[in-house]
T-cell receptor, first 114, second 110 residues
Framework: DAGVTQSPTHLIKTRGQQVTLRCSPKSGHDTVSWYQQALGQGPQFIFQYYEEEERQRGNFPDRFSGHQFPNYSSELNVNALLLGDSALYLC?????????????FGPGTRLTVT | DAKTTQPNSMESNEEEPVHLPCNHSTISGTDYIHWYRQLPSQGPEYVIHGLTSNVNNRMASLAIAEDRKSSTLILHRATLRDAAVYYCILDGGSQGNLIFGKGTKLSVKP
């Protein structure tokens, strides 16, 4: 079992550009959540996808959008990048209706905006 | 969601027990107490969770105060691989929307 995988591992973008991050959930999981982790801080919830729809959303602007595919994999898109978007972006997967302890996190994508 | 309070950092010696405290004075009756840890350059990983009773698993033990306003994560014999940031999280059934604080950075000395 490969667990949660994310790609790419690192990337560097310029302010104003757009970025797409990808996540494949753990086998058997159908729900994907995305988190942003700034340096020295705990992860912050961005949104969650289930059945190809956004089910919950944290306090993030519309520049952050996502998508879930029929195979449960997911993408996180960020438009009009700001320097403050530099962070580690984490994907977590879980079975539908799972409680907090059933979240499995990927290793993250480190995004640097210059 | 209710908040938790943890020390910013703690130190331990290898092979000694470690007690990581967490205060959650505004916990509600349906909130589970979860502990996750984040090793360097990795995503968070689940450690243990409980509701009212003390819990044990292969990684750690969780001691929950009788009034549930505090809890303690116990690593029975710290190893160098246990050096990580430990997060105490309350979850009232959010189905995935975990609210992380800054956690406690545990350093383990050989």
């Amino acid at each position: 079992d490969a667990g949660v995988t994310q790609s790419p591992t690192h990337l560097i973008k310029t302010r104003g550009q757009q970025v797409t991050l990808r996540c494949s959930p753990k086998s058997g999981h159908d729900t994907v959540s995305w988190y942003q982790q700034a340096l020295g801080q705990g992860p912050q919830f961005i949104f969650q996808y289930y059945e190809e729809e956004e089910r919950q959303r944290g306090n993030f602007p519309d520049r952050f959008s996502g998508h879930q595919f029929p195979n449960y994999s997911s993408e996180l898109n960020v438009n009009a990048l700001l320097l403050g978007d530099s962070a580690l972006y984490l994907c977590a997967s879980s079975p539908q209706g799972a409680l907090g302890y059933e979240q499995y996190f990927g290793p993250g994508t480190r995004l640097t905006v210059t | 969601d209710a908040k938790t309070t943890q020390p910013n950092s703690m130190e331990s010696n290898e092979e000694e027990p470690v007690h990581l405290p967490c205060n959650h004075s505004t916990i509600s009756g349906t909130d589970y107490i979860h502990w996750y840890r984040q090793l360097p350059s990795q995503g968070p990983e689940y450690v243990i969770h409980g509701l009212t009773s003390n819990v044990n698993n292969r990684m750690a033990s969780l001691a929950i105060a009788e009034d549930r306003k505090s809890s303690t994560l116990i690593l029975h014999r710290a190893t160098l691989r246990d050096a990580a940031v430990y997060y105490c999280i309350l979850d009232g059934g959010s189905q995935g929307n975990l609210i992380f604080g800054k956690g406690t950075k545990l350093s383990v000395k050989p």
